[in-house]
């Protein structure tokens, strides 16, 4: 159902809805310098609904008996520990928890996709108007995974642990003779420096880009199966008929996105798993 706050028309209704609440950093100005504070503010709240409900479950929990929350959290953590010792064949504390924290973390950003494309933003505009603001210009987005920038932060994080894997298990000297030495030997120093640059390249890429990939359009098929019924009058016929198209459509795509955000989160904690193993491994 699309908000009585939105453009009339739908094209305006589309960008109202793919533009991000920004703010100019202080003391700066440009493009380069605008925060999209919705992906920052809904990041926050899953990664303090994460916190709230595993430290409950924890707090919560007996060996005995489990309750049916506390025996679903144990299968998300014995399935994310399987993946981790199935393919990380190196030594780390850290892989096991950063896994798990990832993929519950990307699900959590992911599922804001299943909440009504225009209930949010309807509330956010109705504030903006009780306030005294133009509704027109209330703009929220809340999937964080839908905004590039928020998946380019979460895979250079996860760059920047590849390296520490690699350092720490193969020394500063180890890490970077492997640069000129592998896949071909040292008399290929060129070759090898040129692949391994762009193998690094590629990694943060994959990540990146697949995830927001899927999200996007996801976000933007809720969008358009929304503007079916964009300005249609209850007097006439084809309204109705839009409208069960319309419901029919929500629902499909809801039901088969619910396996497109469980996929995404497990691939991008996949992917996080594989290239830390690859670090740790000596070539």
């Given at each position: 159902?699309?908000?009585?706050?939105?453009?009339?028309?739908?094209t305006?209704?589309?960008?109202?809805?793919?533009?991000?609440?920004?703010?100019?950093?202080?003391?700066t100005?440009?493009?380069?310098?605008?925060?999209?504070?919705?992906?920052?503010?809904?990041?926050?709240?899953?990664?303090?609904?994460?916190?709230?409900?595993?430290?409950?479950?924890?707090?919560?929990?007996?060996?005995?008996?489990?309750?049916?929350?506390?025996?679903?959290?144990?299968?998300?953590?014995?399935?994310v520990?399987?993946?981790?010792?199935?393919?990380?064949?190196?030594?780390?504390?850290?892989?096991?928890?950063?896994?798990?924290?990832?993929f519950?973390?990307?699900?959590?950003?992911?599922?804001?996709?299943?909440?009504p494309?225009?209930?949010?933003?309807?509330a956010?505009?109705?504030?903006?108007?009780?306030?005294?603001?133009?509704?027109?210009?209330?703009?929220?987005?809340?999937?964080?995974?839908?905004?590039?920038?928020?998946?380019?932060?979460?895979?250079?994080?996860?760059?920047?642990?590849?390296?520490?894997?690699?350092?720490?298990?193969?020394g500063v000297?180890?890490?970077f003779?492997?640069?000129?030495?592998?896949p071909?030997?040292?008399?290929?120093?060129?070759?090898?420096?040129l692949?391994?640059?762009?193998?690094?390249?590629?990694?943060?890429?994959?990540?990146?880009?697949?995830?927001?990939?899927?999200?996007?359009?996801?976000?933007?098929?809720?969008?358009?199966?929304?503007?079916?019924?964009?300005?249609?009058?209850?007097?006439?016929?084809?309204?109705?008929?839009?409208?069960?198209?319309?419901?029919?459509?929500?629902f499909?795509?809801?039901?088969?996105?619910?396996?497109?955000?469980?996929?995404?989160?497990?691939?991008f904690?996949?992917?996080?798993?594989?290239?830390?193993?690859?670090?740790?491994?000596?070539?």
């Amino acid at each position: 159902m699309a908000s009585e706050h939105a453009p009339p028309n739908m094209t305006e209704y589309i960008k109202h809805h793919l533009h991000h609440w920004q703010v100019q950093m202080p003391g700066t100005e440009g493009q380069f310098f605008l925060v999209n504070l919705d992906s920052v503010l809904f990041k926050l709240l899953a990664v303090l609904v994460f916190l709230w409900f595993f430290l409950r479950v924890s707090r919560r929990a007996t060996s005995g008996v489990p309750g049916k929350l506390q025996c679903a959290i144990e299968m998300v953590v014995s399935f994310v520990d399987g993946m981790v010792r199935e393919t990380f064949h190196g030594r780390s504390k850290i892989i096991a928890p950063l896994s798990l924290t990832i993929f519950c973390l990307v699900f959590l950003m992911n599922f804001m996709d299943m909440i009504p494309v225009d209930l949010l933003p309807w509330a956010w505009a109705n504030g903006h108007q009780i306030a005294g603001h133009d509704p027109e210009h209330a703009f929220l987005r809340v999937v964080p995974t839908a905004d590039i920038n928020t998946t380019i932060g979460m895979a250079l994080t996860v760059f920047l642990l590849i390296q520490y894997v690699g350092i720490k298990h193969k020394g500063v000297v180890g890490f970077f003779k492997e640069w000129f030495t592998a896949p071909f030997g040292p008399a290929f120093a060129p070759a090898n420096l040129l692949l391994r640059v762009i193998e690094e390249a590629v990694r943060p890429l994959s990540l990146s880009l697949r995830l927001f990939g899927n999200m996007y359009a996801g976000e933007l098929i809720f969008i358009l199966i929304a503007v079916l019924t964009l300005g249609a009058s209850l007097d006439h016929f084809s309204t109705y008929l839009l409208g069960a198209g319309q419901f029919i459509a929500g629902f499909v795509w809801t039901a088969f996105h619910v396996l497109i955000i469980t996929l995404q989160a497990f691939i991008f904690m996949t992917l996080t798993i594989v290239y830390l193993s690859m670090a740790a491994e000596h070539h």
